[in-house]
């Protein structure tokens, strides 16, 4: 069993130092009303006892609880005494030095919890490391000067998540849709150099990866790009390569039927869109951002978001070689074929697609193919969402989600009167720890419905700082987003502060573990009829608290799905801190990510997404459902039955499969997850490899594919899932 210490290190758990620090207190106190050594060695191993049944590597400071609580336990209440002062005085004089600790930890690679803070970083690379530093002093500054201690108190206590603390102290927001359109077709200023519109796709797609890279680095969440934006540039290349084959042809005086000419323009741009594609797809790869990792970056592939034939069919066309170039996959260092975790790809099932028989149902045959075995795209269902996103003219929207699963509200540009959602974006996200409240209220209902409401003040008043650290932001900060294009077109000099009112950017209220609040209140999953209008009840509530801020502030707050990564892991720790192991509840490293079907509950696939699609449609700013499904690329049929189950039941959905890679013995089956010395490792089941450096592992996460390694948390709650097919 490992323990991990304050400046994030882990080392071997030692019994004889508990015992050594007890002693130490133990005798300084008067002879008489001492304890005696078994007592001491009783009260070690009942800490040792109570940290094996976490079930992952408990803190220097958890274990230091535990000690405290069995030394009172015995009645030895002078020893207590004596050992909080200690622990008090050596706190006072570790607060002067904890980030320079932290970040020297970080130079060192020694610090475990910033190892696995990021599945898409690696934290041995520089560029991360100047980012997990930065990262440091900006978490410092906001604890100590940027936010109410309350907040503070909350945020460290696991009581709320304040996202994102590392990027506070600047003015950056969360994620958004990139406007590509507008900067392709009239231009834009990358790093002071002025980009013109282009004249041809492959010019059009290496403009986009710079964008999407001088966008990534501007902020610190997701962002997506539509394919339709780079479709018409299609068009533009066929038109310049048919000028070329008539000026060759007519150089060497050949006569040539007007059907082999397009068949030689067609060849020719069919080349050209899979050298563009390869752009975007090996660009996006290998770029490295201002932060250390890819450029979080989705891809939306939606036919019916153009009305022009040509347009349409040159989209089918690009997304037709994305999804080959994606089911290819992308060469690790051994120049095996893996699966790359960017950019992450929408595919919108919609009534041209969806079925056999109609135009497009060649392109959802591959997309099929492509999930089976790269585990993307994800999907959209047209249907769902022109009945559930519904602007104030009435009319339903189609629209990507911004990333991996934040979704802005319906909005119709007071201007134009019509719909808009490209240049928009959200600025930021607190979440709520739902099994906080339910513990806290220790079952009654009563107390439950007080603190719950007590909490969402909390997370309002948190919402609001991450609004006014926005608010009074100068275009001049992000020049990509706020001048040239991405997000808006502001003068030099300009707040952005217009952009934050009324509907265009969103503020997100993200929750976390429906399931064990449920389930610790009604000793039921809220799968259980009995216990669903319970959790439906808490979502409304949490809605209600939204609509009544954004009436207060005209600010649009929309409850989010938060994908929980590194935070399942601490909002776990800190409920078995406060509440100790609870059967059922906090007896793991992690929590159910927002709405989901606990990780472990036995439901089929079509159950699962009719489930969950009800409490998709009461986050509307942003959640993912997924099913968890075994090798399908022989059993295509299911794969494509429940895609059109999607389509008709519910907004946003995934297949989560497994893609994995042993370098040392070439096995391309599944990576298992096994336990050695009270750790969960990552193990090749036909060598026996468990060096990390050396293995390929593809898992989907929290929405976006991760293909580093995790924390004990979310590594567990791997593990534990069950399959729905």
């Not at 585990?375 to 269902?381: F, G, N, Q």
Request: proline letters at 4%; aromatic letters at 8%.
């Amino acid at each position: 069993m490992n323990v991990i210490k304050r400046n994030g290190t882990e080392v071997n758990f030692d019994i004889t130092k508990i015992i050594a620090a007890i002693t130490k207190a133990n005798e300084s106190i008067e002879e008489t009303t001492r304890m005696t050594p078994v007592q001491i060695r009783r009260i070690a191993e009942s800490v040792e006892l109570n940290c094996q049944k976490m079930n992952r590597a408990p803190s220097v400071e958890e274990i230091q609880d535990l000690v405290e609580y069995q030394i009172m336990a015995h009645n030895a209440f002078e020893v207590a005494k004596n050992y909080i002062t200690y622990r008090y005085t050596r706190s006072l004089i570790r607060r002067s030095n904890t980030t320079d600790d932290k970040i020297l930890t970080l130079i060192e690679c020694n610090n475990e919890e910033a190892k696995q803070e990021n599945s898409n970083k690696n934290p041995t690379v520089n560029s991360v490391q100047r980012d997990y530093m930065a990262g440091e002093v900006s978490r410092d500054i906001t604890s100590r000067l940027l936010l109410p201690p309350d907040i503070v108190e909350a945020h460290n206590a696991g009581i709320i998540h304040f996202h994102d603390t590392d990027y506070y102290a600047q003015h950056m927001h969360n994620c958004d849709l990139v406007d590509l359109e507008d900067m392709l077709q009239n231009g834009t200023v990358i790093s002071g150099t002025l980009i013109e519109k282009p004249h041809s796709f492959s010019t059009a797609c290496n403009i986009a990866t710079q964008i999407i890279a001088q966008v990534a680095s501007n902020q610190y969440g997701g962002q997506s790009i539509s394919l339709t934006h780079l479709a018409p540039f299609v068009d533009v290349s066929r038109k310049k390569i048919r000028k070329s084959v008539e000026q060759e042809l007519a150089d060497i005086g050949a006569e040539v039927s007007e059907k082999k000419r397009k068949e030689l323009v067609e060849s020719r741009l069919l080349e050209e869109i899979r050298r563009g594609v390869q752009t975007i797809q090996y660009q996006v790869v290998t770029l490295l951002t201002t932060n250390g990792q890819a450029p979080f970056v989705t891809v939306f592939m939606y036919l019916g978001e153009t009305d022009d034939p040509q347009t349409k069919h040159d989209l089918a066309l690009i997304i037709e070689e994305v999804l080959k170039q994606r089911y290819e996959g992308v060469k690790n260092e051994a120049g095996v074929w893996i699966t790359p975790a960017f950019p992450k790809l929408i595919y919108v099932l919609e009534e041209d697609n969806v079925s056999p028989g109609s135009p497009y149902y060649y392109l959802t045959e591959l997309s099929a193919r492509c999930t089976a075995r790269r585990m993307v795209p994800d999907y959209i269902s047209e249907k769902k969402m022109l009945e559930l996103k519904v602007d104030k003219n009435g009319n339903g929207n189609c629209y990507p989600c911004m990333g991996c699963r934040s979704f802005l509200t319906p909005y119709v540009d007071p201007e134009t009167n019509r719909p808009k959602y490209y240049g928009r974006f959200n600025q930021g996200v607190v979440t709520i720890n739902l099994p906080d409240v339910a513990l806290s209220s220790e079952g009654n209902i009563e107390k439950f419905w007080k603190i719950f409401a007590e909490r969402l003040e909390l997370c309002h008043r948190a919402l609001l700082c991450r609004h006014e650290r926005l608010k009074g932001t100068l275009s001049d900060a992000a020049p990509i987003l706020w001048q040239y294009g991405a997000c808006a077109r502001l003068k030099k000099g300009e707040p952005i502060d217009r952009l934050l009112y009324g509907g265009y950017s969103t503020i997100s209220l993200g929750y976390a573990g429906l399931y064990e609040c449920v389930k610790y209140m009604t000793g039921k999953s809220h799968t259980d009829p009995a216990a669903t209008p319970f959790a439906l009840e808490i979502m409304e509530t949490m809605n209600t608290a939204c609509r009544r801020w954004k009436a207060e502030h005209n600010i649009d707050f929309s409850l989010y799905g938060t994908p929980l990564e590194s935070t399942t892991y601490k909002f776990a720790k800190c409920l078995q801190k406060r509440f100790g192991v609870i059967e059922g509840i906090t007896d793991k490293g992690y929590i159910t990510n927002s709405y989901h079907v606990h990780v472990s509950e036995k439901i089929d696939a079509f159950t699962k997404l009719k489930f969950e699609a009800q409490f998709q449609h009461l986050s509307p700013g942003g959640a993912i459902s997924y099913v968890e499904v075994p090798d399908m690329q022989n059993n295509l049929e299911a794969v494509l039955q429940v895609m059109k189950f999607i389509y008709d039941n519910i907004i946003y959905a995934e297949l989560n499969t497994k893609s994995d890679y042993c370098q040392v013995c070439d096995w391309d089956g599944e990576i298992q997850i096994c336990e050695e010395h009270g750790k969960l490792i990552w193990k090749c089941p036909q060598c026996g490899n468990t060096d990390q450096d050396k293995m390929n592992v593809a898992r989907r996460t929290c929405g976006y594919i991760g293909t580093q390694f995790w924390n004990q948390g979310r590594t567990q709650e791997i593990r534990d899932r069950v399959l729905h097919l």
